[in-house]
Each structure stands twice: as C-alpha cells, then as structure tokens.
C-alpha cells in the first residue's frame, strides 16, 4: 500500500456506474484484488486515477493485478 491515501477515494456505487458493472462484478474484482481498492475501516474505497489506469491496462482480471497496475501508476508519479 502507498505511504499516502488519494486525495479522492469514491464509494463502489461510483465504479459500478463508472464502468456500467453490476455490483457483484465488482465486488467480485475487488474480492480478488483484480481492480485496485483500499480498505477504509470496515468500508472499500477506490481511487478513480487507479481504475482508470487499470481501465487502460485493458481491465486486468488476475488476481494481484490491481496491485501492479497501483504500483505502476505511483511509479510515474514520482518521475
């Protein structure tokens, strides 16, 4: 996880319109760390910069495959 949280994190309802997914798609993406997610107390959050970014990866379904497309995303940031 990033030493610091996204400025802007949205509730899963925000993705699921975003991507016209129904929320057992998403939950179920989410479930096996496929999109990019953090985990705010008891809630699921997601950075839309992340799932954009994992959209432009071409929507990776592996499991771990959010956590790449994070780590990529903050690797061209920081240049």
Request: charged share 25%; glycine share 8%.
């Amino acid at each position: 996880m990033p030493d610091q949280l996204p400025a802007i994190l949205v509730k899963p309802k925000y993705i699921e319109d975003a991507l016209s997914m129904c929320s057992r798609t998403v939950w179920a993406l989410t479930r096996c760390g496929a999109i990019p997610s953090y985990r705010v107390g008891r809630s699921i959050r997601y950075s839309p910069d992340e799932v954009q970014a994992w959209v432009r990866a071409g929507c990776p379904t592996e499991p771990g495959s959010g956590a790449k497309v994070r780590a990529g995303l903050h690797r061209k940031e920081s240049k």
